[in-house]
T-cell receptor
Framework: NAGVTQTPKFRILKIGQSMTLQCTQD?????MYWYRQDPGMGLKLIYY???????DKGEVPNGYNVSRSTTEDFPLRLELAAPSQTSVYFC????????????????FGDGTRLSIL | LAKTTQPISMDSYEGQEVNITCSHN???????ITWYQQFPSQGPRFIIQ???TKVTNEVASLFIPADRKSSTLSLPRVSLSDTAVYYC???????????FGAGTRLFVKA
């Protein structure tokens, strides 16, 4: 199984450019997430989705947009790239999650390293 | 949201047992405790999860006292390949109600 696949792996953008980070999972997970990780720091949640057509903001949503038209795909859009968005971006997915059956572990992709100059 | 506190870093030697403790004083009744491992240039990977007492799998053990205000991840006989960052998360489910802190950087020496 491929699990969670992120593309591209690396990208350099100029200030003001836009781009979409792609994320797809083949595990039929209904929950998907986008995180960013700055050097030496933990992960911060940008956006998440609990199913197709449903998205919500995380801790640090400003400057980003998401959509979830299918169960498999959860792209992250940067409209006007800024140097503060230089980071490593991780996409993750998990199955269900609500209720007392425990915290279903998240499965992460290998990340997209984004530099904005 | 339950906040967690972990040591910033730890050093160990190959073959030793490593215990990483996480404090979560504000854990809620329905919260689970989950640990992840992250290697450089990779996404975090699930290690173990528990609610109370002790949980063991092929990789680690998780000890949770009765008051659940802390938990300890135990890695038996570490090797060089266990050098990584370890994150303790506390939350209900789904990830969006959990917070990744800075984690504990474990460095295993030969």
């Amino acid at each position: 199984n491929a699990g969670v696949t992120q593309t591209p792996k690396f990208r350099i953008l100029k200030i003001g450019q836009s781009m979409t980070l792609q994320c797809t999972q083949d595990m039929n997970h209904n929950y998907m997430y986008w995180y960013r990780q700055d050097p030496g720091m933990g992960l911060k949640l940008i956006y998440y989705s609990v199913g197709a057509g449903i998205t919500d903001k995380g801790e640090v949503p400003n400057g980003y947009n998401v959509s979830r038209s299918t169960t498999e795909d959860f792209p992250l859009r940067l409209e006007l790239a800024a140097p503060s968005q230089t980071s490593v971006y991780f996409c993750a997915s998990s199955y269900a999650g609500m209720g007392s059956d425990g915290n279903q572990p998240q499965h992460f992709g290998d990340g997209t390293r984004l530099s904005i100059l | 949201l339950a906040k967690t506190t972990q040591p910033i870093s730890m050093d160990s030697y190959e073959g030793q047992e490593v215990n990483i403790t996480c404090s979560h004083n504000n854990i809620a009744t329905n919260d689970y405790i989950t640990w992840y491992q992250q290697f450089p240039s990779q996404g975090p990977r699930f290690i173990i999860q528990g609610y109370k007492t002790k949980v063991t799998n092929e990789v680690a053990s998780l000890f949770i006292p009765a008051d659940r205000k802390s938990s300890t991840l135990s890695l038996p006989r570490v090797s060089l390949s266990d050098t990584a960052v370890y994150y303790c998360l506390v939350g209900l489910t789904g990830g969006f109600k959990t917070i990744f802190g800075a984690g504990t950087r474990l460095f295993v020496k030969a």
